[in-house]
């Protein structure tokens, strides 16, 4: 094939513009292959789990998969179950009580939060955001920060530790933390109105409102000129993409439409696009951060299921108690039972992201062969409020820098921040510290 094009391009309409997944056309010619970039993300999840149904029994390969991360098991030989890591500064260490407001702020920082509800909040720069500030310059988005309930930057949310403690776990200085944003349609709009002009942008949502046409309508002339142009893998490649992001779309606008219809007159006080439906808004989420790595658009993502403390109830699974009041359960069997629920369904919702990456062929493999993709919570167990022992998971193969399918045991107060160092090394940023790092994790190889 003799035409090229460049890796940027970008699809564009008025107010609109889609970045294209990597295209055959886009490698330099009489090359073998296009060199897939490699991504990392780091999902959280609160208050603890039930730790009698998360570990392991045997290490190494072949282990059996406890109850809770059995919705991993068609993904067993892509993950590291990682059992050891510590946050030392997730302790009180002479503070008192903060636990929920201290696991987040030290769960991507390694460093012990500033207790303070006012100003002067400071933790310590988090590893998404060292990584974004060395190699973001290479995509339209330095980072992106999802989650899917709301948080305040100020007041007092736990303990005399301010609101921004628990609802952030990405700090781009010691003292600035990423809102996240919890809203999918303003996601899918900051995900392809890059580079447009603010006129236009507002000249396509009114047209967008008139006449309901969807965003690939405003770039359908520049992907025909473009598919006309391309071999068939990659014409079938750009139509399986665009036919995602119009999925992706679609299911927006029916989840918006079905929380109007349930919320009635209340519609007005909720911020439109976002989901009622917990499941649902998790997942769609999930399907926007696969469609930024998928497009280049970023590769670098954090992503907060609940804030820490969260007291959400988890009707969809049998559990109306709040999570955060459930996980004190001082070892109530029932109290449990049901935390191991939620636990479970929490990782089903990870799993679907996996299922999502494994499903995007991309060079030499898939896209998860091509990312690092952190899950677990700053809390060991809820009952306990302890920082050692967390439950990780590590997914993906870093583009064949990890070997997983195993359970990894690490020597105990093992810091959480070792690990980040060996994902930094992988990411191309060698620094020789983090937070209470105190030295790279080994074990990720064989």
């Given at each position: 094939?003799?035409?090229?094009?460049?890796?940027?391009t970008?699809?564009?309409?008025?107010?609109?513009?889609?970045?294209?997944?990597?295209?055959?056309?886009?490698l330099?010619?009489?090359?073998?292959?296009?060199?897939?970039p490699?991504?990392?993300?780091?999902?959280?999840?609160p208050?603890?789990?039930?730790?009698n149904?998360?570990?392991?029994?045997?290490?190494?390969f072949?282990?059996?998969?406890?109850?809770?991360?059995?919705p991993?098991e068609?993904?067993?030989?892509?993950?590291l179950v990682?059992s050891?890591?510590?946050?030392h500064a997730?302790?009180?260490?002479?503070?008192?009580?903060?636990?929920h407001?201290?696991?987040?702020?030290?769960?991507l920082?390694?460093?012990?939060?500033?207790k303070?509800s006012?100003?002067?909040?400071?933790?310590?720069?988090?590893?998404?955001?060292?990584?974004?500030?060395h190699?973001g310059?290479?995509?339209?988005?330095?980072?992106l920060?999802?989650?899917?309930?709301?948080g305040?930057?100020?007041?007092?949310?736990?303990?005399?530790?301010?609101?921004?403690?628990?609802?952030?776990?990405?700090?781009?200085?010691?003292?600035?933390?990423?809102?996240?944003?919890?809203?999918?349609?303003?996601?899918?709009?900051?995900?392809?109105?890059?580079?447009?002009?603010?006129s236009?942008?507002?000249?396509?949502?009114?047209?967008q409102?008139?006449?309901q046409?969807?965003i690939?309508?405003?770039?359908?002339?520049?992907?025909?000129?473009?598919?006309?142009?391309l071999?068939?893998?990659?014409?079938?490649?750009?139509?399986?993409?665009?036919?995602?992001?119009?999925?992706?779309e679609?299911?927006?606008?029916?989840?918006e439409?079905?929380?109007?219809e349930?919320?009635?007159?209340?519609a007005?006080?909720?911020?439109?696009?976002i989901?009622?439906?917990?499941r649902?808004?998790?997942?769609?989420?999930?399907d926007?951060?696969?469609?930024?790595f998928?497009?280049?658009?970023?590769?670098?993502?954090?992503f907060?299921?609940a804030?820490?403390?969260?007291?959400?109830s988890?009707?969809?699974v049998?559990?109306?108690?709040?999570?955060?009041?459930?996980?004190?359960?001082?070892?109530?069997?029932?109290?449990?039972?049901?935390?191991?629920?939620?636990?479970r369904?929490?990782?089903?919702?990870?799993?679907?992201?996996?299922?999502?990456?494994?499903s995007?062929?991309?060079?030499?493999?898939?896209?998860?062969?091509?990312?690092?993709i952190?899950?677990?919570?700053?809390?060991?167990?809820?009952?306990?409020?302890?920082?050692?022992?967390?439950?990780?998971?590590?997914a993906?193969?870093?583009?064949?820098?990890?070997?997983?399918?195993r359970?990894?045991?690490?020597p105990?107060?093992t810091?959480?921040?070792?690990?980040?160092?060996?994902?930094?090394?992988?990411?191309?940023v060698?620094?020789?510290?983090?937070?209470?790092?105190?030295?790279?994790?080994?074990?990720l190889?064989?």
């Amino acid at each position: 094939m003799s035409y090229r094009i460049d890796r940027r391009t970008m699809l564009r309409g008025m107010g609109a513009a889609l970045a294209l997944p990597a295209l055959e056309a886009m490698l330099p010619a009489h090359a073998a292959a296009m060199e897939a970039p490699l991504r990392m993300a780091f999902l959280f999840v609160p208050n603890g789990v039930n730790v009698n149904e998360w570990f392991p029994k045997r290490t190494g390969f072949a282990f059996e998969l406890p109850p809770i991360l059995q919705p991993l098991e068609k993904f067993q030989d892509e993950i590291l179950v990682i059992s050891g890591l510590t946050h030392h500064a997730g302790r009180p260490n002479g503070d008192g009580p903060g636990d929920h407001a201290r696991c987040a702020s030290v769960f991507l920082t390694g460093t012990q939060p500033r207790k303070t509800s006012g100003a002067g909040i400071r933790v310590g720069v988090s590893v998404d955001q060292i990584a974004a500030r060395h190699k973001g310059q290479e995509t339209p988005l330095p980072s992106l920060e999802l989650g899917c309930e709301p948080g305040r930057a100020s007041g007092n949310c736990d303990s005399g530790y301010s609101c921004a403690y628990s609802s952030s776990i990405s700090w781009s200085t010691p003292s600035t933390p990423l809102g996240k944003e919890v809203n999918p349609k303003l996601v899918f709009e900051r995900l392809f109105s890059q580079g447009t002009r603010p006129s236009e942008r507002r000249q396509r949502r009114g047209l967008q409102a008139v006449y309901q046409k969807s965003i690939l309508d405003f770039v359908v002339e520049d992907a025909r000129r473009l598919s006309r142009q391309l071999g068939g893998p990659d014409r079938r490649k750009l139509d399986e993409y665009l036919a995602g992001v119009r999925t992706v779309e679609q299911r927006i606008s029916k989840l918006e439409q079905r929380t109007k219809e349930e919320l009635g007159p209340q519609a007005l006080a909720k911020p439109q696009g976002i989901p009622s439906d917990y499941r649902e808004h998790l997942r769609v989420m999930a399907d926007l951060l696969v469609t930024a790595f998928q497009s280049d658009l970023t590769r670098i993502a954090t992503f907060m299921f609940a804030n820490a403390g969260s007291n959400r109830s988890y009707r969809m699974v049998d559990v109306p108690e709040g999570h955060h009041s459930l996980s004190h359960h001082g070892n109530n069997a029932e109290k449990l039972a049901k935390i191991a629920r939620i636990n479970r369904f929490h990782v089903e919702q990870f799993a679907y992201l996996l299922d999502r990456l494994r499903s995007i062929p991309e060079g030499d493999g898939t896209l998860l062969d091509h990312c690092m993709i952190v899950y677990g919570s700053g809390i060991h167990d809820g009952n306990r409020h302890n920082n050692e022992n967390l439950p990780i998971v590590l997914a993906g193969r870093g583009n064949g820098t990890i070997d997983p399918g195993r359970h990894l045991v690490v020597p105990p107060e093992t810091p959480m921040t070792n690990l980040f160092l060996s994902m930094l090394d992988r990411f191309g940023v060698s620094i020789d510290w983090m937070g209470d790092s105190t030295g790279r994790l080994t074990g990720l190889t064989l």
